[in-house]
């Protein structure tokens, strides 16, 4: 190897360490050198699942899910509710201290929809929960067949329906006049409105010499 070669060598690597000394980080692809790695910063994720005790999230008067606007009592720092302030001053203390940041907590903390193993992916407000649960689409039913152990969704019925006990679902539009044909020999058909995917069940049961029909809009256990 000649001089002039190993001079520029160690300078090279010389080189080198003094750029790693400066705390610039490079990647290297088969020997290239490549663009600079994205700073650490960048990459925290802008949500994140935790887990904590329910039980912060709920006013300490009438234990209810805290909703904004949030209060802290003067004395031990009970956090209450709106509605719960005026009755915890005579309890404790003064609860005059608005807890701006915990108003964007409990605004912004939010669960799965608890019916989530029926098909709803939704993540909602907690205080907002129980209304959400109330309305929700995936809400478990059961199946009218007496021996029939099916607990779903409606969605999920309909499709029992079809698959469990041949059955399919007659789908129809609200508002309008329809001529339907049901046999007698099961005592239970499914109606599905085409516009908003409600179930409605057709019970059909002898009465003398004709048939009783009734019809019965399918809803969530609650």
Same mark, same amino acid.
């Given at each position: ?19 790693s000394e ?18 650490p ?22 234990l ?15 956090v ?11 309890v ?19 669960v ?7 098909g709803?992916?939704r993540?909602?407000?907690? $205080?907002? =929960? /129980?209304? *959400? @649960? +109330? ?6 039913c ?17 499709? $029992?329906? =079809? /698959?469990? *006990? @041949? +059955?399919?679902?007659?789908?129809v ?11 007698l ?26 048939t ?11």
């Open positions: 190897m000649k001089e002039g070669e190993s001079r520029g060598k160690r300078a090279s690597a010389e080189e080198v360490k003094s750029e400066k705390g610039e980080v490079t990647m290297q692809d088969e020997g290239k050198a490549g663009d600079a790695l994205v700073a910063e960048s990459m925290a994720p802008t949500q994140i699942d935790v887990r904590m005790d329910v039980t912060l999230l709920h006013c300490q008067g009438c209810l899910p805290l909703k904004p606007p949030v209060f802290k009592c003067d004395a031990v720092g009970h209450v509710c709106y509605y719960c302030r005026a009755g915890h001053r005579a404790c203390s003064r609860t005059n201290t608005h807890c701006g940041q915990l108003d964007k907590v409990v605004g912004a903390a939010k799965p929809c608890p019916y989530k193993a029926f709803c992916e993540y909602v407000v907690f $205080h907002e =929960a /129980a209304n *959400h @649960q +109330r309305m929700c689409q995936c809400a478990p059961t199946c009218p067949e007496s021996a029939c152990a099916f607990v779903g969704s409606r969605a999920m019925l309909a499709n $029992h329906f =079809a /698959a469990d *006990h @041949q +059955r399919p679902a007659v789908t539009r609200h508002g309008r006049s329809w001529c339907l044909n049901f046999s020999s099961h005592g239970w058909h499914l109606l599905v409105g085409e516009e908003d995917r409600g179930v409605f069940l057709v019970s059909l049961r002898p009465l003398g010499p004709g009783a029909v009734s019809l019965v809009l399918v809803q969530a256990l609650h």
